[in-house]
Structures are given as structure tokens and as C-alpha cells.
């Protein structure tokens, strides 16, 4: 049996426990009447009367029937209980006074994260600025374009912050000197948390 909690806002209004008991329908236990019990709660149930589901319920009464002469129904329902039924005006006042003063937290923490956001940033650096146009047909390299790179973070929930382009000087050996100079793109994104 599980407890459960219906809330109106942050106030209890009733609870709703689910108990199991067992429906005795009086009946001779048969094979007919296990069937006919078995069909009748498939359709309490709203279970197609097929024949894997009937081979279950049939299942279902003839354990639930163990113990008895007569053909019985092991059965689950909800008995909901009205916390605030036999709540007085002093009850009602105090539980206005709760549902306001929770509702004027929840207004106070939305307007601090409004007035103090916070942000988290993420540095994405790209050595070739590469357009969709860029990418050579039947190509089965991984291949992102820049507009790809921006919506995958835009989809995210990131939003450019700055972009700049750096150049640095990469050693390499060639026939004609040693160094080359390589271009960088270093973009970061913001997004509010």
C-alpha cells in the first residue's frame, strides 16, 4: 500500500491511499465462472479481451481464489481522504498565510537570479573557418562547418560572446625556412545557468 499526496500548491489537500482487498462473487469455482469473472475484469480493467491477456486474468482469479471456496478477485483502488474537511476559518487563514508566504519566496528567488544571473562559458578554438561550401562532395571525412559549430551550441542554449583570431607562429621545416605563421579563430560562448 503506498501513501500518496495530492498538493495544491505547497498545501496538502488530501491523501490518497492505495489498498488491496479481495471480492468474493460468491460464484462455484468452475472453470466457467473463473472465465466469466476473468472477462468481467478485463473489462473492469480496460484490457483487450484477447487471449494472452484472458490467460492471465484467469491466472489472476485462480491465485486470488486459492484460499476460498468461491471464485475470488484480488482488486486495488484508491480511497482519497479530504484533509481539509473538517478545517475551521483560523485553518483556512493559516494555510492562505503559507501559500503566500511560499508563493513570495519563489518571487524572491526568481528576482535574484534576474538581478544577479549567473554564467558559465565554454572556449572553442578553430584553425579553418570552413563554410558548407567548403566540403568536397562525397567526402566521407568528419567534416563541421562553422554555421554547424554555432547551431550545435546555439541548440544548447550557448550564445557567442566574442570571437578573435590569433596568429601564431608554428615551427615546421620546409625546404624554404622553418617557420610558418597558422591563423586561429578562438570563439567563447556564454550561456546563464
Known amino acids: 500500500m503506498a501513501d500518496m499526496i495530492k498538493k495544491s ?8 491511499e492505495e489498498i488491496e482487498e ?3 462473487y460468491g460464484l462455484e469455482k468452475t472453470e466457467e465462472n473463473i472465465q466469466k469473472v476473468a472477462l468481467e475484469y ?5 484490457f483487450a479481451k484477447r487471449e494472452d491477456n484472458l490467460v492471465r486474468a484467469k491466472q489472476h482469479v485462480t491465485e486470488s481464489s486459492m484460499y476460498s471456496d468461491t471464485v475470488c478477485v484480488r ?3 484508491e480511497i482519497s481522504d479530504d484533509l481539509l474537511a473538517d ?3 483560523d485553518d483556512y487563514a493559516r494555510i492562505a498565510e503559507a501559500v503566500i508566504v511560499d508563493k513570495l519566496t519563489q ?3 526568481k528576482l535574484t537570479m534576474i538581478s544577479q544571473p549567473r554564467y558559465e562559458y565554454v572556449v572553442e578554438v578553430v584553425d579553418d573557418i570552413l563554410t558548407d561550401a567548403d566540403k568536397k562532395q562525397g567526402s566521407l571525412t568528419e567534416f563541421e562547418s562553422f554555421q554547424s559549430m554555432l547551431n550545435r551550441y546555439s541548440a ?11 596568429e601564431s607562429a608554428k615551427t615546421k621545416i620546409s625546404m624554404t625556412g622553418f617557420s610558418a605563421m597558422q ?3 578562438v570563439v567563447v560562448f556564454e550561456r546563464q545557468v
Do not use: C, P
Open 183 to 185: 591563423k586561429q579563430t
Open 42 to 46: 478485463l473489462e473492469e480493467k480496460g
Open 107 to 109: 518571487i524572491d528567488r
Open 9 to 16: 500548491g505547497s498545501i496538502e489537500t488530501n491523501r490518497v
Open 75 to 77: 482488486k486495488r483502488r
Open 87 to 89: 478545517a475551521d476559518e
Open 156 to 166: 544548447a542554449g550557448w550564445r557567442v560572446h566574442s570571437i578573435t583570431t590569433k
Open 22 to 24: 479481495v471480492v468474493d
